[in-house]
């Protein structure tokens, strides 16, 4: 499917528009064309808030993270205050890349390799060698760049232009009913990290299908799901989010489900339907959280190219499953479920990506299971299109 000149020609887009029961999905050049991925770099993923790790990516004072964020070099670092800030990973004095991809430890401060130009963790640029005789320089005016970084309980979010309503306006409704799983309590303590030849919407999508489990995973998840049911419910916002509720009880994030190997038992902040059942909250544009009932999974796309991306799966515990001294042996159950079924994910991810390649490929129809992605189509376009970001709130029941 070759792209248009005019990529922003409504028509083009009139089977996505549809109600989710009666709409297309997205033409291929949303996969595969670089005008494309530009735009929804520019629109959609810079001034929106993404999903960029838990706290504890950075544990101690001078830990840092440097990665690239939508085309933002960019670098996490926990102050002495214990605050975690995020700063453009370029030096103020001649703009030299600061610090190398990766995670590691600073001891004492931020120092440039190119002339030595020092910054606390908090950005502050307390040492400029080479500046004695320029005129007017103030070391107050070079700091480091700030960029915008909030959290969810102990989940970090970077909106690079500083543009967003606050983090908590975005997540609207859904700060409060999460607050059953306690966010400030969850601690991730596995990220595993895999490129992906494929757009970072089909990781999204994915996600969002509900009916690939009996078939994708029906060698692995299966047996979890065995009692497998339609979503009990969709449910979209108001704020920037949707999400399906699974009603179900014991696991479902072990191979072999509730007759399975011995799990964590329930998170014991949760009661009412969050102890009997699951969520998958996707907050727009792109972090796909997984709320269980013994534990949860999240996430992190970064968009590298139209057909390349990052994805960083983390998996979460209640903090006080971290106490037990049987705490190891038994996540690694949980570990290894995760590894399976990204797998298989993977694999199903990047034939989507060859397939939106063809060009005969033509655009498909969504089914029930399948409501969510509709859903995050229209926000996705109406964000290509500049259109308002609307207070939205439906709640679909299953028939
Ligand atoms: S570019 Fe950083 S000190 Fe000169
Ligand atoms: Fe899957």
Known sequence: MTAPRDLLNPEYYAGVRRRPM?????????????EWFDMEMERIIRPSWGFIGHANRVPNPGDYAAFNYAGHPVIVVRGRDMKVRAFANTCRHRGVELLPEGESNLRGAIKCP???????????LSGAAGMEKAKGFDRKNYGLTAIRLEQWGQFMFLNPTGT?????????????????????DLVVTRRKSYVLDCNWK???????????????????????????????????GPGRWVTSYCKHEGTRSMIGGVDGPQGFGPMPSLGGRY????????IFPHACFGLCIDNGWVLEVLPIAPNKSRLTVNVFFHKSALER???EQIAERYYDRF???????????QALQRGYSSPDYKPGRLGYEELAINWLHNWWLDRMFGLPDKDVQIDERAA
């Open 22 to 34: 009666e709409a297309e999905i997205l033409p291929g050049w949303c996969y595969t064309s670089k």
């Open 114 to 124: 190119y002339h030595g130009w020092v910054y606390g963790f908090d950005g502050a």
């Open 164 to 184: 967003a309503p606050s983090l908590k306006d975005w997540l609207g409704t859904l700060w409060n009913e999460s607050a059953a799983y306690a966010p400030d």
């Open 202 to 236: 089909i990781i999204v999508e994915n996600f969002n299908d509900e009916s690939h489990i009996r078939t994708v995973h029906a060698k692995s998840l299966l047996d979890t799901t065995e009692k497998y049911q339609a979503p009990a419910f969709y449910e979209y």
């Open 275 to 282: 102890a009997h059942g699951s969520y998958h909250p996707t």
């Open 325 to 327: 001294p049987d705490f």
């Open 339 to 349: 590894d399976v079924s990204t797998d298989e994910d993977n694999i199903i991810q």
